[in-house]
């Protein structure tokens, strides 16, 4: 009796483990031109996604962290939006803010210290729960990244271009980065020192994409972010037409409305409108909607697995 007993209870204790046992959505692309081609935007090749702002903190995952970034792809294939600002040291680490204490348990300035002293420090949730998770390199981050998601990678006031652009090869992982710029000058600078890699650029208005164009970059190394509150159709289809996917931001506003408003079906609507990625903090949600609107449009891709 008590082997069976015993028996049992290992049964049970294993199939609860299989339970709890999350599942992960992964984007792989083999190369460069793989990445493009999902990117090029036609009606039969468009597969919406959701870029999970800062990685997707949520409680016990801080902001800007891998294992929260692991987290986010439970939920859907994610692209990953972080931010890099330099240690004391010039080390490219992953932050925020300026200040280390919202989201760490360090004090003051993050450039005030060496990489070697924010070993020290752990993270802490957006509830300001100290968790046993580090401050991650962009070394680390690039390495994990590949096979698993896309990466949009923000860089904090000061940091060098050129210094990310050459870790990003450095990890040969150009076929899944794409750098953030927030005017034409930086977009047409990163174009320069790699016209291989793919731009998020602000493109609110059709104007701003005849800019880009002027400054040498083509519709082809170009994902429009048309800003944080749902443009007109017009410009979703200005910017189809030529080939370009667009980012949306939802964080703020949007996410607070869906939050409030959950049968709105906010994201699906967006999606539906023209809106091809959602940048967003309420990755859960929005992972619903998506997956249900991929459903209802029959949606699949070869680099989602």
């Known amino acids: 009796m008590k082997f069976q ?10 199939f609860s483990s299989c339970k709890e046992e999350k599942v992960h959505h992964y984007i792989k692309f083999n190369n460069n ?19 999970a702002h800062r990685g997707g903190p949520m409680p016990g995952f801080p902001e800007n962290c891998i294992e929260t970034f692991e987290n986010a792809t439970t ?24 200040q280390l204490d919202r ?35 962009l070394d680390s981050v690039l390495n994990w990244s590949k096979g ?45 020192l790699a016209p291989e890699l793919m731009i998020s650029a602000s493109v609110q ?18 994902v429009a972010f048309v800003g944080v509150s749902a443009p007109d159709r017009e410009l979703y289809q200005f910017l189809h037409e030529k080939g370009i996917t667009t980012i949306l931001g939802t964080m703020g506003n949007i996410d607070k409305s869906s939050i ?9 609507h967006l999606v539906n409108n023209g809106a091809d990625i959602l940048s967003s903090d309420n990755i859960g949600q929005a992972a619903e909607q998506l997956d249900k609107f991929r459903y209802n449009k029959k949606i699949t891709s070869p680099y989602i697995n």
Not at 205 to 222: C, D, F, T, W, Y
Not at 260 to 268: E, G
């Open 5 to 14: 007993y015993l028996l049992f209870l290992f049964i049970i204790i294993a």
């Open 33 to 51: 031109k793989e990445l493009y081609q999902f990117l090029k935007w036609t009606p039969e090749n468009r597969f919406p996604l959701i870029s």
């Open 205 to 222: 208005k059709q104007a701003e994409l005849k800019r880009l164009n002027s400054l040498g970059i083509p519709n082809n190394r170009i």
């Open 75 to 98: 939920y859907n294939p994610m692209v990953i939006e972080f931010d890099i600002a330099y240690s004391k040291d010039s080390v490219l680490v992953i932050m925020h803010d300026d």
């Open 103 to 137: 989201t760490s348990t360090g004090k003051g300035l993050i450039g005030d210290y060496t990489y070697e002293e924010l070993k020290a420090f752990n993270l802490k949730d957006n509830d300001g729960k100290e968790t046993n998770f580090k401050i991650p390199t």
């Open 260 to 268: 409030a408003s959950p049968a709105r079906n906010i994201y699906y």
């Open 148 to 192: 698993k998601v896309l990466l949009t990678i923000d860089l904090k006031k000061g940091v060098s271009y050129a210094k990310v652009i050459e870790k990003v090869r450095q990890y040969h992982v150009e076929s899944n980065s794409i750098i953030i710029t927030y005017t034409a000058n930086q977009a047409q600078e990163v174009h320069q």
